[in-house]
């Protein structure tokens, strides 16, 4: 892959890390989250490819 592909792939994944980290947190500071797991899912597409990932999994509340 060129390295072109490689940087703007890397940027994308950066910014969807750093903006849902974000949301999780204001998400979380807002509700009573002690003691709780909440199932989480992130769902990717990407127009004009035939691409949907789904990764899955869970976060612990805030003690």
């Known amino acids: 892959m060129s390295e072109d592909f490689n940087m703007s792939m890397r940027k ?3 910014q969807v890390g ?5 949301a999780i ?3 979380m500071r807002d509700a009573e989250t002690s003691g ?3 199932d989480a ?3 990717l597409t990407i127009d004009g490819l ?6 899955t999994g869970s976060i612990k509340g805030q003690d």
């Open 36 to 38: 709780k797991t909440f």
């Open 12 to 14: 994308f994944l950066k």
């Open 41 to 43: 899912k992130m769902v």
């Open 50 to 55: 035939d691409l949907e990932h789904v990764v």
């Open 25 to 27: 947190e204001d998400a």
């Open 18 to 22: 750093v903006t849902s980290q974000q």
